[in-house]
């Protein structure tokens, strides 16, 4: 122990803990004495073997005593411990001693073992003894690479050694039967794993002398598969029906007796056991013979298996072959039957197997004795005719019998004991074949043998324990003479439901895990001759096989001692059997070769300890202190004569009371050992009181358990079906807490063989399992009561418990006369609660021997008060039940019915007419009930019920004469409560408000451990969260709100269901749909639903949102009073479906008005115009995938009135239509050469038009101005750019809170962009994978508004651009949204269909038209931002005047302001715009410019096929200007005749990135920077200074343009030509940019010669 540890403890008095006391065992008058020699050290486990003993003391060092003849010699006795130096160092924590050698574990899981090694005991080879402690290692094969076994408990026999590993797995080693190995061969020195229970959860092993046992945890319960009806092995069926003359029996209970599938090349099967085996010694081989071969085998011996095969016994008439397993084997416990049963072989006797007797009293089937025992069969002739005859019966009946009957029919049973007595009872009249002499050579053996034989019991054989026959396994007997059928039985035919709770307990795996478990199985193996296995037999056993007699007896500790076995249960009681000589077992029953209960006078077990053949008790006496009791031998030394006696029961051994309070006993051969802890400060005596009084209170449960609620659970007519499921679930909970409570008394028993600190106690350490429990069974139990059961269960349980009066008034401990029943029952299931408070007071006890600073005193303090809590919490609750139910008895019929609920509680109520309603009627009866869910409003014959969640209570004024008044608010009531007095006011207040708040928490049943109970808050919040379903409401009639409330009103965030399906979730406000949310509507026609998401306003769609008809349709935009309203765009059907089209533009009252874009995809026609009604009313645009292009009137969907009309070679048709595409009235018609036809046209376009007219041939001259004429006049008949997308510019105005464009006040509008953006980031918190990190940042700088205070300058201008690119990143931000949604209506416009050359010019106009509105925005949100081509004044130093290309002069500011100084809305607004919108612009510029750029196209190619300085001859550049040498990767070489592509380099480099760039402002730097790279190598060249002129610079720019090699030159010049700034026209960009387009036009013209 670490010395924290240890000062600890010396503060309880640790050095009076772990004294040895030693006395000779086999007398009842015994004085202990304080073994010499270990000078105050603490033991903490010792071991004892026949005639020395080994110590563990608490630093984990290992002392041995008495007589150690490996050590010392045979014949020294060491009296005072000496120390085993060996083990210094290790830290041991468990010892062992068998009869003769030791074993110790390390902390680390490693074994040593010393001393008699002449069976291998010690796992040493070759070895007859070993003197000092050696290392054993053990380990496990199965893994590679090898792992060592970490083991943690062992056991030791006389000849060998048990091992129970970390993994719960038993190793083994020594020889012996006993080592439960398959093996022959002894002695076995390396360890090995007892696979037969592999798999299992070992808890303990124990060994006696020659036997072994475990402790293993039950299989969890399997669940229910189909059964097959034949037995896979044997093709038996499971299920059996014997027809007797006068009843059926039923058998459910097969049982296979092969074992195992039986293979093909088994002729001849030999069955070998060992002679001290077998009663007379005999060992016989059933062959293709009758005779039968006697084999004598020595004792001790065993004889290989000379075959695999199960026994098989053949009979020579030709009868079937069938083998019927020994007893021993019959009943496989588990599913490791077939491995069992071939190991098994050896020891099964085959005169057991031939002949199964069951002798049976059918006066007592009690649960206790069992129907069944054992005769062996006659050897010799009668073989062949039993052996067939028990075949039969065997598969008829399955090897149970199932009921008992009286009548003359001629039963089974007596069939078999006609046979069995009549041949071979050794003690029957008639003259069996005397066995031999052999047979009576032990004449202890021939008394066990009886023994088994008279028994009614053997649990191997047969299992009709009470328990299991009301489970699974039921056998019924069908009417025949139903009279003959036991009564229990006939009970259980007649009960049509079984039990209604399985009364096993509800484990709750977290207590199996942190406590030792309940739910166990005993399996004994190895040598079995004097009962010693449990199996009801004497037979040995190579296997682990399990008692099943002790199933479910919640054993929870073995003891083995020299040749019989003693098991612990829960409830304090011992079971013991095998050699009974001495009186070792505790009682005198026979026979004891099966387990039965010791008769010991103390209160109750709770340690065992088996020796050679004695047997002690530890038991609780009346004041707490362990009392010892003996059994065994009793040797009386009166009169010089040594007297042998038994003891008949075991005896008080009186002087071991007075050596203090024994922790621990241990027996061995010739001494028993105690350990013993002196009681300092009443510490080891309160830790007794505890474990004490926790086993009586498990027993008093179980009894409960089992001798009442179980018998209750059986009643018929208990009531309804809720009744009944609360009875069940109140069984439940009683048996968990039960359980739980039977498990702490086990770890209680074994807290105290250990160090005993007070921090590892289970009801500190695992508190909230108690606490969990008590909580759960008083929430089961009160509900209970609430409802009346135990009024309900008084009337059937009537009769049974008159008949145990005593009983009951022993369990519930109330001894008054004439109790009532139902009072009983309530003592009884309330009973537990007291126990609560004992947990707390022996805890303070505790608390007491620790200083009042350490941390101990602290935690025991603490529990203590959390149990006390608890205590009174739940008492609390019983009282409140107890008020309902005495409420419930007196309150009126009907409404008891429909209020009455389980875990209802009644409050208060106003029947003493202290409350009434404001305004009530003068007969009105208005009563009041208070429940802990709901305010009840009752009246004549109606009542009404608000719950409390929702319910809303204050306190009205006294002003206005609302004397005591209070308000409850509901959600779809108001109404006032008036109270007499103002007592009574505040009393209803505070109760209604404690209510609600405990209802809002919903922790009514837990209060919070170790806080001191809940203090109840006075006042329940306004804003909750809450479920509820509206009753009157006409808009939510029956629909479900769940989400959160304000004052009566759903607000906030919640869900609301309608009772036709339809749901909405989202936000709310003062009761109506508010905020953003999602909306589903099913459509019942179709099957699908409509689903909206977006903004709403006072219950109605308003506001963004994206509309899912079922229909397919999806429409995204505004709406407004749940109609489509404002900008929005509307998909109809997929590509694939029938008629996909596309509408996009704006909506009045949910129909298309304004102006729109409607792409048509199936007929492959777009239109952009003005709509009305849902149809196209107005100038609009038609254009075709066919090149057709339209502008002109429409009226009512078809083109109508004044038009023109283009089609792809530019033939145009200007005049009136009638139709779509169809010609009516006067017109021209103008061809592609120029001429034209003008006169009345009709028909339609492309299928023949009648034309009345006269036909024009216009002179050259006039064509040439002619022709653009009429091409020049498109787009005067469409909508005017400032017309289109008014919708999405009001929406955005709108949003900044101003009624029309530019009215409204600029701090709101900048308070809206505030609340915008924290709104949208808000909602997008939920969802953060829609925001980026880059895109949070934009959100972050946004916050900061530009400053403008004072005089405008560039900064600020700087600024406000900036805001602008990042507001126009984030769709979140107003300006963002609208440039999205702009880009959103310009690429539908002009992409697919609307790519058409004709729409150039509308498209570059809608660009101007964008910039024109968003700069007044902009403007509005910046007013000192100066307007429209306004200059800025420039505040900086003037720089050194730059030279200008054309003029020796400096520029002055005055002729051509600087680029960026002038502010204008290209200058501001298209690096933002231009970049979204440029593919879509650039295609039309392409497909405008396509004749004219495949010629220039061309020139360039046939151009850049010369070299370098026949190019520039060729265009005419001076000499002068050729550069001499040019650098070429780096290198400078020479310009030769062959050079291509190297002069000018940089500055065609340059001018190729025109092509990169988006604005026209960029691109005029690209041609500017172009001409100071030409500048720049011809400075190189000339080294002197000099102007250029026009006519010298123009042939090297075109040099270098055309070596660029641009290929949509064309389309950037007019680009640029379009969009550039006006101020820059007629300053140096603009002569420079003229320069470039006169390049242009000067490559398409070349002449080339």
Sequence with gaps: MDSQERSSEEAEGAKERGLVYVWKAGSCSVTPERLPGLSGKTVLQAALGIHHGLLLTEGGEVYSFGKLP???????????????????????????????????????????????????????????????PQLVSICDSETSPLLSVRILQLACGEEHTLALSLSREIWAWG????????????????????????????????????????????????????????????????????????????????????????????????????????????????????????????????????????????????????????????????????????????????????????????????????????????????????????????????????????????????????????????????????????????????????????????????DIREEESEGGSRRLSLPGLLSQVSPRLLRKVGRAKMRTVALTPTYSGEADALLPSLRTEVWSWGKGKEGQLGHGDVLPRLQPLCVKSLDGKEVIHLSAGGHHSLALTAKSQVYSWGSNISGQLGHLNSPTTVPRLAKVCGDGIWTTAAGLDYSLFLADEKDFQPGLYYCGQETSTENNLNENSCTKSPVLLVACSKI????????????????VDKNVMGYIASLHELAATERRFYFRL??????????????????????????????SRFSKLCYLIGQHGASLSSFLHGVKEARSLAILKHSSLFLDSYTEYCTSVTNFLVMGGFMLLAKPAMDFLSKNQELLQKLSEKNEENLQLVEVLNALFFMPFGRLHNYARTLLKLATCFEVASPEYQKLQDSSSCYENLAVHLSRKMKEAE???????????????????????????????????????????????????????????????????????????EEAGNVNGLKITTPEEQFVLVSSTPQEKTKWLRAISQAVDQALRGTSDMILYGAGGNVPRQEPPISRSAKYTFYKDPRFKDAVYDGRWLSGKPHGRGILKWADGRMYSGTFRTGLEDGYGEYRVPNKALNKEDHYVGYWKEGKMCGHGVYSYATGEVYEGCFQDNMRHGHGLLRSGKLTSSSPSMFIGQWIMDKKSGYGVFDDITRGEKYMGMWQDDVCQGNGVVVTQFGLYYEGAFSSNKMMGTGILLSEDDTVYEGEFSDNWTLSGKGTLTLPNGDYIEGLFSGEWGSGIKITGTYFKPSLYENEKDKPKALRKLGILAVSPDEKWKAVFEECWNQLGCESPGQGDRWKAWDNIAVALTTNRRQHKDSPELLSRSHTQTLESLEFIPQHIGAFTLEKYENIKKYLIKACDTPLHPLGKLVETLVAVYRMTYVGVGANRRLLQEAVREIKSYLKRIFQLVRFLFPDLPEEGSTIPFLTTEPKGRRSFCSGKSDSRSESPEPGYVVTSFGLLLPVLLPRLYPPLFMLYALDNEREEDIYWECVLRLNKQTDLALLSFLGVQAKFWPGTVS??????????????????????????????????????????????????????????????????????????????IRNLGSEVHLIEDLMDPYLQHGEQGIMFTTLKACYYQIQHEKLT
Aim: proline share 5%; aromatic share 6%; hydrophobic share 35%.
């Design 660 to 675: 203090g309070y024994i922790s621990n006993v241990i027996a061995g051969g010739d001494n028993c050992l105690a350990l």
């Design 70 to 132: 490996w050590r010392s010699g045979p014949e020294e006795c060491v009296n005072s411990p000496v120390l085993e130096s060996t083990l210094l160092g290790h830290r041991i924590i468990t010892v062992a001693a068998g009869s003769f050698h030791n074993g110790a574990v390390t902390e680390s899981g490693v074994v040593y073992m010393w001393g008699d090694n002449s069976a291998g005991q010690c796992a040493a080879a070759n070895q007859p003894c070993v003197p000092q």
């Design 175 to 462: 020889s012996g039967c006993q080592l439960g190995l398959i093996t022959t061969t002894f002695p076995v020195t390396k360890p090995q794993k007892v696979e037969h229970l592999a798999g299992r959860v070992v808890l303990q092993i124990a060994c006696g002398a020659y036997h072994s046992l475990a402790l293993v945890q039950c299989l969890p319960v399997q669940e229910m598969k189909p059964i097959p009806e034949r037995c896979n092995h044997c093709s038996q069926p499971l299920i059996t029906m014997t027809d007797k003359e006068d009843h059926v029996i039923i058998s459910d209970s097969h049982c296979c007796p092969l074992g195992v599938a039986l293979s093909d090349n088994q002729p001849e099967n030999h069955i070998f056991c060992p002679s001290s085996d077998t009663p007379g010694g005999k060992s016989v081989t059933a062959g293709q013979s009758e005779n039968c071969q006697k084999q004598l085998v020595e004792q001790h011996r065993l004889v290989d298996l000379e075959s695999d095969g199960p026994s098989g016994l053949s009979s020579s008439n030709g009868r079937e072959d069938s083998g019927i397993s020994s007893s021993g084997n019959t009943l496989f416990s588990d599913k490791k039957e077939g491995k069992e049963y071939l190991i098994g072989l050896s020891d099964n006797s085959l005169n057991e197997s031939l002949n199964k007797n069951t002798s049976t009293e059918p006066e007592q089937p009690s649960q206790e004795e069992q129907l069944s025992a054992c005769i062996p069969g006659p050897p010799g002739s009668s073989t062949s005719t039993l052996n067939s005859l028990v075949a039969s019966c065997a598969s008829a009946v399955g090897v149970r019998v199932a009921a008992t009957y009286e009548a003359g029919a001629l039963s089974l049973k007596k069939v078999m004991n006609f046979y069995g007595t009549s041949s071979s009872e050794p003690g029957s009249q008639s003259g069996s074949r005397s066995p031999g002499p052999e047979a009576l050579k032990d004449s202890r053996e021939e008394q066990v043998r009886l023994e088994s034989m008279q028994g009614k019991k053997s649990s191997s054989l047969v």
């Design 883 to 957: 008020y309902t139910l005495g409420f419930w008895k007196t309150f009126p019929g009907k409404m008891t019915d429909s209020l009455r609920k389980p875990e209802r509680r009644l409050i208060c109520e106003s029947s003493n007419r202290a409350l009434s309603l404001q305004h009530a009627g003068r007969f009105s009866v208005n009563w009041f009930i208070l429940f802990n869910d709901a305010l009840v409003h009752a009246q004549f014959s109606t009542h009404h019920i608000f719950p409390l969640s929702t319910l809303w209570v204050e306190a009205l004024s």
């Design 1528 to 1605: 070429i990767l780096g290198e400078s070489r020479k310009v030769s005749s062959n050079t291509k592509d190297a002069c000018f380099a940089s500055a065609v480099e340059c001018l190729q990135q025109i092509s990169t760039t988006f604005t026209p402002a960029d691109k005029l730097k690209v041609i500017q920077q172009t001409f100071e790279e030409i500048s720049q190598s011809v400075l190189e060249t000339l080294q002197e200074d000099f102007l250029w002129s026009m006519d010298d610079l123009f042939p090297v720019f075109l040099y270098v343009v055309l070596r660029a090699r």
């Design 702 to 731: 179980s009894e409960i358990k089992s001798q009442v609620l179980r018998p209750l659970l059986g009643l018929d007519n208990l009531g309804n079906a809720n009744t009944i499921q609360l009875l069940q679930e109140m069984a």
